[in-house]
C-alpha cells in the first residue's frame, strides 16, 4: 500500500520554499501550495481575517503536506488508481491539477482503452487505469512519467516565460524534467545530448 504521507513529504521537498515567481502563473508559492489554493481552503495561518502572501510564508511543512493528502489525493480518488501510478499521478497533481488526471487519460485511450478525458478519476478511469496495470504496470508507470514530460516540454514549446522551469540557465534539465523522470526507469531519460536536440528551437 501507498504510504501517502511519505510521499507527501517528498512532494513538499521537492517544491521548495517561498517563491514568488511573476512567471509562475501560480503567483506566490510555499512548499508547492498556491495563494489560489490557500485562499480556496481559507488558509488564514496568521489569523487576521484574509488570506494574502503574509500566510503563503507563514505555511509549515505540516500545513502543506496535509493539504496534499487531503485535497491532491483523498479528494481527486488518486486511491482507486493502481498502486504503480498513485505517487506519479499525485506528485503531478500537485504540480498541474486535473491536468494530471487528464494526461493520464488520453494514455490510456493511445493504450486502447475507452475513456474520457475529462480530468476527473471515476470508475471509467480507475478501471481502465487498472485494465492497462494488469497488462503491464511498469509500461503504464514509465508511459506516465514520459506522458508527463513531454506535456513540460509543450507547456515550454508554446510559453518562452515558462521555459526557465524546464531548462537551467545552463543548458540542462530543469526542475519540471528531473520531476517527471524521478518517477521512470532511467533508460527512459533523455540523455543530454537528447535533451538539447529537443529543445534546439528554443534558442
Known amino acids: ?9 517528498e ?10 515567481d511573476p512567471d509562475d502563473p501560480g503567483g506566490a508559492t510555499k512548499y508547492g501550495v ?3 489554493t490557500a485562499r480556496s481552503l481559507g488558509l488564514d495561518t496568521d489569523g487576521d481575517g484574509d488570506v494574502d502572501v503574509a500566510d503563503i510564508r507563514g505555511l509549515t511543512r505540516a500545513d502543506a503536506e496535509a493539504v496534499f493528502v487531503k485535497h491532491y489525493f483523498e479528494r481527486p480518488g488518486i486511491g482507486a488508481l493502481p498502486e504503480v501510478v498513485q505517487a506519479s499521478v499525485f506528485d503531478m497533481y ?4 486535473a491536468n494530471a488526471v487528464k494526461i493520464l487519460q488520453r494514455l490510456l485511450g493511445h493504450m486502447g482503452q475507452e475513456v474520457a478525458v475529462d480530468g476527473r478519476i471515476g470508475p471509467q478511469t480507475a478501471q481502465a487505469t487498472n485494465a492497462a496495470a494488469t497488462v503491464s504496470p511498469s509500461h503504464l508507470r514509465d508511459a506516465y512519467g514520459i506522458a508527463r514530460r513531454n ?5 515550454a514549446d508554446a510559453r ?7 531548462r537551467t540557465r545552463k543548458g540542462g534539465k530543469g526542475g ?9 526507469l532511467p533508460k527512459y531519460h533523455l540523455s543530454d545530448a537528447e535533451f538539447g536536440r529537443r529543445i534546439a528551437k528554443w534558442g
Open 176 to 184: 519540471w524534467i528531473k520531476r517527471a523522470e524521478e518517477f521512470i
Open 151 to 155: 506535456y513540460y516540454l509543450k507547456l
Open 94 to 97: 500537485v504540480n498541474a491539477g
Open 34 to 36: 498556491t495563494i489560489g
Open 11 to 20: 512532494i513538499v521537498a521537492r517544491e521548495g520554499g517561498f517563491v514568488d
Open 160 to 166: 518562452p516565460s515558462l521555459r526557465k522551469f524546464a
Open 1 to 9: 500500500m501507498l504510504d501517502v504521507k511519505t510521499v507527501a513529504r
